[in-house]
């Protein structure tokens, strides 16, 4: 009986840890992504001739920034 509460407890933890790790994972994936990759793929279109693509995705994110901006204060 011992043993079957500890194997309980055992993959309870492990579940919330696991729960933790993609969590974490998912918000350090965001930073990385709004912060580096996504202006360098903007400077990278813009660059190589594409203006015409980079500016409405540069258009459409501003207006997230301050459309999101707005609804947090």
């Known amino acids: 009986m011992l043993t079957l509460l500890f194997m309980i407890t055992v993959g309870w933890i492990v579940w919330k840890v696991a729960i933790l790790g993609i969590r ?3 918000g350090i994936t965001k930073f990385i992504l709004g912060l580096v990759v996504f202006p360098i793929l903007v400077i990278g279109l ?7 693509l980079a500016v409405p ?13 707005i609804t947090k204060a």
Not at 46 to 52: D, E
Not at 57 to 69: D, E, H, K, V
Request: proline residues 0%; aromatic residues 18%.
């Open 24 to 26: 974490m994972t998912w």
């Open 46 to 52: 813009f660059f190589a001739g594409l203006v015409y």
């Open 57 to 69: 995705i540069l258009a459409i994110a501003g207006l997230i920034a301050l459309l999101g901006g």
